[in-house]
């Protein structure tokens, strides 16, 4: 079944310890992205990648890092976080930015204290 | 710069009800445009889309008309369901904004029995 797949779905952790969020896609897509969902602000953009090694900057990347070594896994790292990075987490992906249609994962939901 | 305007929710209706959910949009050109949808606890999934003027995109009995003349993308359902409660979402994307999708704040439709 092609999918994106997040783990884990839920997370709480601490202010300052550093966690990472996996995402993984089995439909051999060459981008992939990493919004998160906030109440009254719709989905932003954190990262994205065109292709493996290839990463850019979203509308609010900071205090957050991504990698793409291999195609199918786009994993997010929060190497400090901070209450304000409470937030729902998606992972999607696609063929190629503009007209392809995303594929999300079901989503991260995180809770820094 | 590209933006996307959606209603504000939440929408409650009656189930059999008419549906309309309006989205407007401010881009130079003729930019592609979506309706994706989110269930609960899950993530969004592509709904429908129309990539040039007049186009109209259809899927599980919505609709929705690209015009270029009001720069709309309203969503549409002649008689809605229960298991349609759903936020739904408005993108666009336009190779000036080097295709990346550029995402309404979500409305929240509520269906009741």
């Known amino acids: 079944e092609a999918q994106v797949t997040q783990n884990p779905r839920y997370l709480i952790t601490v202010t300052g310890k550093k966690l990472t969020v996996t995402c993984s896609q089995n439909m051999n897509h060459e981008y992939m992205s990493w919004y998160r969902q906030d109440p009254g602000l719709g989905l932003r953009q954190i990262y994205y990648s065109m292709n493996v090694e290839v990463t850019d900057k979203g509308d609010v990347p900071e205090g957050y890092k991504v990698s793409r070594k291999e195609k199918r896994n786009f994993p997010l790292i929060l190497e400090s976080p901070s209450p304000n990075q409470t937030s729902l987490y998606f992972c999607?992906?696609?063929?190629?930015?503009?007209?392809?249609?995303?594929?999300f994962g079901n989503g991260t939901r995180l809770t820094v204290t | 710069g590209d933006s996307v305007t959606q209603m504000e929710g939440p929408v409650t209706l009656s189930e059999e009800a008419f549906l309309t959910i309006n989205c407007t949009y401010t881009?130079?050109?003729?930019?592609?445009l979506f309706w994706y949808v989110q269930y609960p606890g899950e993530g969004l999934q592509l709904l429908l889309k129309?990539?040039?003027a007049d186009d109209k995109g259809s899927n599980k009995g919505f609709e929705a008309t690209y015009r270029k003349e009001t720069t709309s993308f309203h969503l549409e359902k002649g008689s809605v369901q229960v298991s349609d409660s759903a936020v739904y979402f408005c993108a666009l994307s336009h190779m000036d904004s080097n295709y990346q999708l550029i995402w309404g704040a979500g409305t929240k439709l509520i269906i009741k029995p």
């Open positions: 129309a990539t040039k």
């Open positions: 881009a130079t050109g003729y930019p592609s």
């Open positions: 999607a992906s696609s063929w190629a930015r503009g007209n392809s249609p995303l594929h």
